[in-house]
């Protein structure tokens, strides 16, 4: 029994802030039949239950989209990484992380969402949210760049 929590523990100081580098899902996540970035992101939103970092005692943690996938469980960053993971498979092309500030006049934080071709879009609905007032970008993260596009 101890030696399989001193292995937990080394398992879990091994986690970093981003996915990483080589991310190459070991296991096959199932089609999603999506045709649209707005139907993997209803795929996803169906499949994963919302979470705050609380659970990983970080304040931050990005999971790799097959941890997503298989916990059922995530943040904003965490719908939008599996998200990207799928339109690129799905889809083909390079979506990108887009973090910034979600504030609708009640509810205002940092958040994360989908850009892909110009359009950006709520992984935790499926919206099309380009034109809404309520999304402020401040950085992007490159799916291609991490994981070997253009």
């Known amino acids: 029994m101890k030696w399989a929590l001193v292995l937990f523990a080394v398992l879990l100081a091994g986690c970093t802030l ?13 089609a ?4 649209t970035p707005e139907e993997v992101c209803e ?3 169906a499949l994963v239950v919302g979470v705050g970092d609380a659970i990983h005692d970080k304040l931050d943690y990005w999971q790799s989209p097959d941890q ?6 995530g943040d904003c960053e965490d719908f939008a990484l599996l998200a990207m993971y799928l339109i690129h ?4 092309g390079w979506p990108d ?7 609708d006049g009640t ?3 940092g958040h994360g969402w989908v850009a892909y071709n110009g359009r950006w879009y709520e992984a935790l609905t499926g919206e099309d949210v380009t034109d809404s007032p309520w ?13 070997g596009g253009p």
């Open 18 to 30: 981003f996915v990483a580098d080589d991310y190459d899902p070991q296991f096959d996540i199932t």
């Open 32 to 35: 999603t039949g999506a045709t």
């Open 43 to 45: 795929w996803v939103d």
């Open 68 to 73: 997503t996938y298989q916990w059922r469980t």
């Open 89 to 92: 498979r799905d889809l083909g």
């Open 97 to 103: 992380l887009v973090i910034g500030i979600y504030d």
């Open 107 to 109: 509810t205002r934080g």
């Open 135 to 147: 999304y402020t970008y401040r950085e992007t993260v490159s799916y291609g760049k991490r994981y």
